[in-house]
């Protein structure tokens, strides 16, 4: 149970598999700057989604903001947004 109770922690932390096999390893507490090193590892990946989620609902909200100003108009903006690509969302300092 223990065991269990520790990987659906680590899973809830968003840890995968493979990593929490390696904390597995160096559960003995003896390894904890390795243990460490991980976990800053996936602080990185964790801030690096979160820079792509901030990007991304920027993007969304002005064009949902766009399409709330458009009345009268057929072209919805949203569909001309997609189809023109988002070089904004790719790139953040556009």
Known sequence: ?????FVKTAQQLGFSLDEISDLLRLE??????EASALAEHKLGDVREKIDRLERIEKVLSEMVDRCHAQQGNITCPLIAS????????EDPRE
Do not use: K, N, P, V
């Open 28 to 33: 003995d507490g003896a390894h904890c700057q």
């Open 1 to 5: 149970i223990d065991r269990l109770t």
């Open 82 to 89: 997609l189809h023109e690509g988002l070089r904004e969302a």
